[in-house]
Antibody, heavy 122, light 108 residues
Framework: QVQLVQSGAEVKKPGASVKISCKASGYTFTSYAMNWVRQAPGQRLEWMGWINTDNGNTKYSQKFQGRVTLTRDTSASTAYMELSSLRSEDTAVYYC???????????????WGQGTLVTVSS | EIVLTQSPGTLSLSPGERATLSCRASQIVTSDYLAWYQQIPGQAPGLLIYGASSRATGIPDRFSGSGSGTDFTLTISRLEPEDFAVYYCQQYGSSPLTFGGGTKVEIK
């Protein structure tokens, strides 16, 4: 069955960077794109960006443009999300979410990782 | 960006009752590219509906989606104990993809 297993919780200081991994199993990694979504305490879900795991093309929400980098390692069936210049408002649970398709546009998400809590605090 | 407004914020119902959840978009959602997710506290969201009205694999037929343009509805025909959760709508017709603020369905 499809599984997305994320790396563990992180505590970071303001100004630092965090890199979260999402290891996929149970399907052909490059046949589906991957999205990253975050959920801050008491806030709605927020889409951060999308990566075509086959060709590496990316799309980012303008809100995070310049601070977020999505990459993938096809040999390891793993997607990565790096967020830089962290501030307290970035404290949230970060999810990887498999896109229903592998194309040129993000769609909807049919499988999700378990979430990674990132706490930004001095 | 398209803002999705969900109502009500909280729905208090009993098992067996019908739940009707609304999601209104600030602009027309291209091609009715709207999905619904269920989130149980402490868990990741799970896909229920895509394309406004298509049920995802394995989703029971008591869940149904309807609507088009800017107004969408998720209906749960008869609430089961496992349906008490938070529900989010999401549009994927325009970038950035956006989510609604959620509707909590709680036991009355």
């Amino acid at each position: 069955q499809v599984q997305l297993v994320q790396s563990g919780a992180e505590v970071k200081k303001p100004g630092a960077s965090v890199k979260i991994s999402c290891k996929a199993s149970g399907y052909t990694f490059t046949s589906y794109a991957m999205n990253w979504v975050r959920q801050a305490p008491g806030q709605r879900l927020e889409w951060m960006g999308w990566i075509n795991t086959d060709n590496g093309n990316t799309k980012y929400s303008q809100k995070f443009q310049g601070r977020v980098t999505l990459t993938r390692d096809t040999s390891a069936s793993t997607a990565y999300m790096e967020l830089s210049s962290l501030r307290s408002e970035d404290t949230a649970v970060y999810y990887c979410a498999r896109d229903r398709f592998s194309s040129s546009w993000p769609y909807y998400f049919d499988s999700w990782g378990q979430g990674t809590l990132v706490t930004v605090s001095s | 960006e398209i803002v999705l407004t969900q109502s009500p914020g909280t729905l208090s119902l009993s098992p067996g009752e019908r739940a009707t959840l609304s999601c209104r978009a600030s602009q027309i959602v291209t091609s009715d590219y709207l999905a619904w997710y269920q989130q149980i506290p402490g868990q990741a969201p799970g896909l229920l509906i895509y394309g406004a009205s298509s049920r995802a694999t394995g989703i029971p037929d008591r869940f149904s989606g309807s609507g088009s343009g800017t107004d969408f509805t998720l209906t749960i025909s008869r609430l089961e104990p496992e349906d008490f959760a938070v529900y989010y709508c999401q549009q994927y017709g325009s970038s950035p993809l956006t989510f609604g603020g959620g509707t909590k369905v709680e036991i009355k």
